[in-house]
């Protein structure tokens, strides 16, 4: 299964925020043991490394930053999906580039904790806790 996370997803895990991160470090684990597909977009490199820089070092932002092109495929920030994100109705431009982000990458779910910002379609949206509990069903 094709999935794609925002950036506060891996920022949950990366910076060990409870109690989010645990949900998050379930569908990260399943990630890097072949079970999920897991998709990131480009800006979340940015985004990682501005946040773990102030919150941690400069060390550990780079390492962060590592983790992820390990572990994740890296959807590239193309012309296509910021012409789509700058013409998009949605508030938050950030959150238009994730969305069209996961839609090039042809994710199944969006797994995000700022649900309300995406669209519900075509993308089925959730939260991690979500994401882990309708996989154990």
């Known amino acids: 299964m094709r999935i794609f996370l925002d950036t506060n997803v891996l920022l949950d895990v990366l910076g060990r925020r409870q109690p989010h991160c645990v949900p998050a470090a379930e569908i990260w684990s399943r990630v890097e043991q072949g079970a999920l597909e897991g998709h990131i977009s480009?800006?979340?490199f940015n985004n990682?490394?501005?946040?773990?820089?102030?919150?941690?070092s400069r060390k550990a932002a780079r390492e962060?930053?590592?983790?992820?092109?390990?572990?994740?495929?890296?959807?590239?920030?193309?012309?296509r999906i910021v012409q789509r994100a700058v013409d998009s109705e949605m508030s938050d431009f950030?959150?238009?580039?994730?969305?069209f982000s996961a839609h090039h990458a042809c994710a199944a779910f969006i797994l995000t904790r700022n649900v309300h910002d995406f669209p519900s379609e075509p993308i089925a949206v959730m939260t991690p806790q979500e994401f882990v509990g309708m996989e154990t069903v």
């Open 42 to 44: 480009a800006i979340s």
């Open 48 to 56: 990682v490394y501005y946040v773990l820089r102030r919150l941690e």
């Open 64 to 79: 962060g930053l590592r983790l992820l092109r390990a572990i994740f495929r890296i959807v590239p920030l193309t012309e």
């Open 94 to 99: 950030e959150d238009a580039i994730q969305f």
